[in-house]
């Protein structure tokens, strides 16, 4: 059965303080793993896409990589302004047929 | 606005209640999801659509009843809906629903529901 997982579940911490979240995964037939971000009260935002191990992306202050089990978002001198939900998704493809598996998250606070 | 606009942002109804939730892209996109968001879960696929097509029903109740008039609208029909059916409803759409190279999908701000 296709899961995702994300750890931890919540973060805390200082402005300037960097860290790492964390998404493990087992999928058939991966297609993809996305991140999203999510701000209280809407949709999630889409940030990246990975389509293979070793491939990295980056977004100002946000660094993806991929790994064949899973993937991490490491956050460098984080400001408060990042404070938000992150989400792990994996695309899978199956008989004419893709789904977007999604984990439950890692809510992240960023304190000044 | 990310291009997908969902109405209302808030509702709240009753069990004995008909209403309907609303979603509308202008990004060309083909395809459409409604997903469903409550606290400490995962997000969780409801309905597909692929050309105005529903190619997916993920084992959603019938009090749920999903209409796609066209390519750029999608509706979310609710009825006798229970305490628990409360959650963030979400809709999305993404350029095909299968093959091509993976894309993002593009999500709505969702429509906050309370069943009372």
């Known amino acids: 059965e296709d899961q995702v997982t994300q750890s931890p579940e919540a973060l805390r911490l200082q402005e300037g303080e960097s860290s790492s979240l964390n998404c493990s995964y087992t999928v058939s037939g991966l297609r993809g793993l996305f991140w999203y971000r999510q701000d209280p009260g809407k949709g999630p935002e889409f940030l990246f896409t990975l389509y293979s191990a070793g491939e990295e992306k980056e977004k100002e202050r946000l660094k993806a990589t991929l790994t064949k089990k899973e993937s991490f978002l490491h956050i460098t001198a984080p400001k408060p302004e990042d404070s938000a939900t992150y989400l792990c998704?994996?695309?899978?493809?199956?008989?004419?047929?893709?789904?977007?598996?999604f984990g439950k998250g890692t809510k992240l606070t960023v304190n000044p | 606005e990310t291009g997908v606009t969902q109405t209302p942002r808030h509702l709240v109804m009753g069990m004995t209640n008909k209403k309907s939730l609303k979603c509308e892209q202008h990004l060309g996109h083909n395809a459409m999801y409604w997903y469903k968001q409550s606290a400490k879960k995962p997000l969780e696929l409801m309905f597909v659509?692929?050309?105005?097509?529903?190619?997916e029903n993920n084992s959603v109740p019938s009090r749920f009843s999903p209409e796609c008039p066209n390519s750029s609208h999608l509706f979310l029909h609710l009825h006798t809906l229970q305490p628990e059916d409360s959650a963030l409803y979400l809709c999305?759409?993404?350029?095909?629903?299968?093959?091509?190279?993976?894309?993002?999908?593009?999500f709505g701000s969702g429509t906050r529901l309370t069943v009372v």
């Open positions: 999305a759409s993404s350029p095909s629903h299968a093959g091509g190279p993976p894309m993002g999908y593009t």
């Open positions: 659509y692929s050309l105005e097509e529903r190619v």
């Open positions: 998704a994996v695309r899978r493809v199956q008989g004419g047929s893709e789904k977007l598996v």
